[in-house]
């Protein structure tokens, strides 16, 4: 099978996680950012992780870095695109995009206009490659609610214009879910498609919980609702999407190796998966990588491979007519 030439749908992708490493020296100097080293070995190093990651929460500490030079419209527009155009290079033909705007306001930028800066990198990518995009929204858990609310408020403005979604991700605890009942309310009300970011670390019920008291129509991960019958029954019934990363899942140690990711169980188990990244240069990995490694360690059928690309593209936040063009690439 020939990988590369396959079209992909990535619908689980952080912006601040999946810039290029060059790109991250070339803005930490332009905007005199300091760093120990500006060698393109070592600031690799500071941004991706090793075999040493211990968890989730070790994991998001690569953030630190690729958010301190995420502060002005021009070049958070700049890593839209650049991610984009490698997404395009590697025929993904439909990518979302996720990033938390108040990761990107320290410098004085308003939510509103860290939103449409990634949009415009965009559209940017949109006219010069055969690829199409579009935002979620993340909010972070752990940090305050307000911000829960400010993000859906200035999201809501972009509703139709490039914003199709709300996340929340970040660190998982246990019946994390229902603080925040209320604000994933408001966002559908305002128009959003929820997807949320559950059983990555251990607990199958947040799953549930995602479902039934947020609304969530797809899950980020999913990977442990192997633990809780429910949550398992749950998502095969409903026919929620799992958008799985399983390069992401072994650094946070979720999962030990390829061989023991439950991504091809479920698939057989009619569970519908997506294969995404999650974050490319934290994880040192791409989606043409992401899936030859899924397709190499379960020898996926070409026929099983269309059925998860169509799978993915039905369960894209995007509109019925960008659904068609894309069903026309398989
Ligand atoms: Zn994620």
Excluded: W
Aim: with cysteine; glycine share 4%; aromatic share 8%.
């Amino acid at each position: 099978m020939d990988i590369n030439n396959l079209p992909k749908i990535e619908l689980h992708c952080h912006l601040d996680g999946s810039l290029r490493v060059e790109t991250v020296i070339e803005l930490a100097q332009k905007d005199n950012i300091e760093l120990d080293s500006y060698d393109y070995k070592e600031v690799k190093k500071m941004l991706s992780i090793d075999e040493n990651c211990s968890s989730l929460d070790e994991y998001l500490e690569k953030f630190d870095l690729p958010n301190k030079v995420l502060q002005s419209k021009e070049n958070l527009r700049r890593a839209a695109y650049e991610l984009l155009e490698d997404a395009a290079k590697e025929n993904i033909k439909y990518i979302e995009v996720r990033f938390a705007p108040i990761f990107h306001v320290k410098e004085g930028l308003r939510l509103n206009e860290v939103i449409q800066s990634v949009i415009d990198g965009i559209r940017d990518a949109e006219k010069k490659y055969e690829i199409k995009g579009n935002v979620i929204i993340s909010c972070i858990r752990g940090l305050d609610l307000k911000h829960v609310f400010d993000s859906i408020e200035a999201g809501a403005q972009f509703i139709g214009q490039g914003v199709v979604a709300i996340d929340l991700a970040a660190t998982e605890k246990e019946d994390f879910a229902y603080e925040y009942i209320e604000a994933m309310k408001l966002a559908k009300e305002k128009g959003f498609r929820v997807t949320i970011h559950a059983g990555e670390t251990g607990f199958g019920k947040n799953v549930r919980d995602a479902i039934n008291l947020l609304g969530a129509e797809r899950i980020g991960h999913g990977v442990f609702i192997y633990n809780d019958k429910e949550a398992y029954e749950l998502v095969k019934e409903k026919g929620i999407t799992l958008e799985m990363c399983p390069k992401s899942n072994i650094d946070t140690k979720a999962v030990n190796i390829y061989d023991n990711h439950p991504i091809y169980k479920y698939h057989k188990d009619n569970i519908k998966v997506n294969i995404s990244t999650d974050n490319r240069m934290v994880s040192n990995i791409n989606l043409n990588e992401e899936t030859s490694n899924v397709i190499k360690t379960f020898n996926v059928t070409l026929d099983e491979y269309k059925k998860i690309y169509i799978n993915s593209v039905n369960a894209a936040f995007c509109s019925e007519e960008t659904k068609k063009e894309l069903l026309r690439f398989i």
